[in-house]
């Protein structure tokens, strides 16, 4: 993309009404633009990143053996009378009535939803086990939206689903969740912790959140220092595999993680002391079991072999897709801007033109721009007649992992320079070797 045709409303002024930096930094790159209180536009870039974000979300529920479908946002109230949750939501469900005068509500979740697809199409226990999943835009009406879309009322979120005949296969859809959801934050450049969380009225024990420390984040966390030193890494995983699931749930769940509504001082207390620590985390996923809740009062069972009808066991598992952006960027940024990981970078690498106008530099910029577009780099070139000073600071506030920076003086050498967002590292390069360096770190992305 050229920036000159490109839409990329960057503010010069810190808007007044952001207190954290990702908010902060969303508005100043121009990737979001309030509508109204928790609702938001998506502008090109923070469109752009939101897609980045659910590819690899798909592609990781996918890899995990669970079927994409979409539903839609407005749902009947009815289904909501059956399962009990009409009344009980509160206020922060959005409910509408329609020109018939039929009530409707704007869904914050959907487990009523899937519940009812299922129960009309599934009858007998071979057709099980499924996992059912969506991303789509939730609605909760929160008293206090806030730090942009980190706690929004209108959201992006992946909700599955996951119909199980019995415990046993119900808990390894649970851990088949866990161990994908680990994948996708790493995937992402995020460290998501899981942590043990409260399972609610529903009881019982399978419910883990996933969070990310930062100082911002809105939950309080207790944890061993063990768990920061744990990653999947190029592990291979077969999905199916029950014992090799349950294996890597055991790893990552053992150490103590829990968030103040689960947290126990006496079990905490075990934990040497030079490695137990407490922070704020932000929560970018949850994953539930809850047996037969919905499917009981809404009447979803199977045939058994033996004639007998049960209710089927579910799960429902979340990601928090818009609120990640946030909390990539709380977790990834400096005083000049957005750091992005290179797997979720809305543009991957950045051009700078020193000297707009000039022949050999525009010459040098267009050819190393081409093979970036060929190359599938996705660049973003800033070819506007700026000074080098403000083409710096607009590359580093929105963030491209690499900056390629193209000027007369440098080309006379042969030259051009690559530099790390991250690092500020920077070296000197002929314009060839440039793109070769930039094609080779991405490779593997
Ligand atoms: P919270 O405790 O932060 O209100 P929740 O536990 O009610 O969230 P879930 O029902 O578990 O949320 O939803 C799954 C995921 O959706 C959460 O882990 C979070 O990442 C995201 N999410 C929930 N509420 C919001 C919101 N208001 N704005 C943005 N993302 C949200
Ligand atoms: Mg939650």
Known sequence: MRLTRYFLPILKETPAEASIASHRLMLRAGMIHQSSAGIYSWLPMGFKVLQRLEQIVHEEQQRAGHIPMLMPTLQSADLWRESGRYDDYGKEMLRITDRHGRDMLYGPTNEELITDIVRNSINSYKDLPKTLYHIQWKFRDEVRPRFGVMRGREFYMKDGYSFDVDEAGALHSYNRHLVSYLRTYERMGLKAIPMKADTGPIGGDHSHEFLVLAETGESE???????????????????????????????????????????????????????????????????????????????????????????????????????????????????????????????????VNLRQGDEAADAACDSLYSGLVKAGL????????????????????????????????????????????????????????????????????
């Open 221 to 351: 966390v207790f944890y061993d220092s063990r768990v920061l030193d744990m990653s999947l890494g190029d592990c291979v995983i077969d999905f199916d595999d029950v014992a090799q699931c349950q294996d890597i749930f055991d790893e990552f769940t053992t150490p103590y993680a829990r968030t103040d509504e689960t947290h126990d001082d006496a079990i905490f207390s075990d934990v040497p002391e030079n490695r137990r620590m407490s922070a704020r985390g932000i929560e970018v996923g949850q994953i539930f079991y809850f047996g037969t809740k919905y499917s009981e009062s809404m009447g979803a069972d199977v045939v058994m072999p033996d004639g007998s009808r049960k209710p089927i066991e579910m799960g429902s598992h979340g990601i928090g897709v818009s609120r990640l952006i946030g909390a990539l960027i709380e977790a990834n940024h400096d005083d000049k801007g957005i750091i992005w990981p290179e797997s979720v970078a809305p543009f991957r690498v950045g051009l």
């Open 378 to 445: 996705d660049p973003l070139y800033d070819d506007r007649d700026e000074r080098a000073g403000a083409k710096f600071a607009s590359m580093d506030l929105i963030g491209c992992p690499w900056r390629i920076t193209v000027g007369p003086r440098g080309l006379k050498n042969g030259v051009v320079e690559l530099t790390s967002r991250r690092t500020g590292e920077t070296v000197e390069l002929s314009p060839e070797d440039a793109l070769a360096r930039c094609v080779e770190i991405y490779a593997d992305v």
